[in-house]
């Protein structure tokens, strides 16, 4: 079996991303999800492990509730910047 390094805050990010989008009035398209998405990556914390490929990691052992305003802040962000300014026409 392949050992890979995973970035857990990716996972945790795309599900909290779609969450709070449903909360908001933008571009909800591919390029600004993602656009969004890296935008509070990069201001994150990364945590990685080592997982098999494949495997499905589905929680995070330190979900806490700093740590998870700290997500939800940095996700709210992106929304705000990138929702302002789309990589393509609107
Ligand atoms: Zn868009």
Not at 52 to 80: H, M, W
């Amino acid at each position: 079996m392949n050992k890979i390094l995973h970035n857990l805050m990716e996972d945790v990010v795309i599900k909290q991303l779609d969450h709070i989008l449903d909360s908001f009035h933008c571009c909800k398209c591919e390029q600004c999800r993602l656009d969004i998405a890296s935008y509070a990556l990069n201001r994150l914390p990364a945590k990685y492990v080592v997982t098999t490929q494949g495997e499905l990691i589905t929680r995070l052992d330190s979900l806490d509730l700093q740590f998870e305003t700290n997500v939800i802040t940095a996700i709210t962000q992106g929304i705000i910047l990138v929702g302002n300014n789309p990589r393509h026409e609107i």
